[in-house]
Nanobody, 127 residues
């Protein structure tokens, strides 16, 4: 079992920045693809970013590409999401997720492909 804990959410003005962190425990962190999803009130869970187990590939949703940067540290068993130029449309609960994909290259983009989830951290962007 993998346990994930997010932190770093908060209230920020449009155009500002936040950095979210995710700490993993329970299994070797380097064996799992990692991802960030978000869910706004009344909306479905949305893919944000994913990074492969080997750290070779990183993918972003079109809505955040160029503004958000995902990274991971397999020594500290952490993943992060640097969010710049935030917009009110980015307001949501952000979730960290992990998937045992069996290689170091795949980074799924569908929420049902991830078995392990954190509790989420709220990000609110004011206009």
């Amino acid at each position: 079992q993998v346990q994930l804990v997010e932190s770093g959410g908060g209230l920020v003005q449009a155009g500002g920045s936040l950095r979210l962190s995710c700490v993993a425990s329970g299994r070797p962190f380097s064996n799992y693809a990692m991802a960030w999803f978000r869910q706004a009130p009344g909306k479905e869970r949305e893919f944000v970013a994913a990074r492969s187990a080997g750290g070779w590939n990183t993918y972003y949703a079109d809505s955040v590409n160029g503004r958000f940067t995902m990274s991971r540290d397999n020594v500290k068993n952490t993943a992060s999401l640097q969010m710049n130029n935030l917009k009110p449309e980015d307001t949501a609960v952000y979730y960290c997720a992990a998937a045992d994909v069996g290689d170091g290259y795949r980074a799924p983009r569908l929420h049902w492909e991830y078995a392990y989830w954190g509790q989420g951290t709220q990000v609110t962007v004011s206009s």
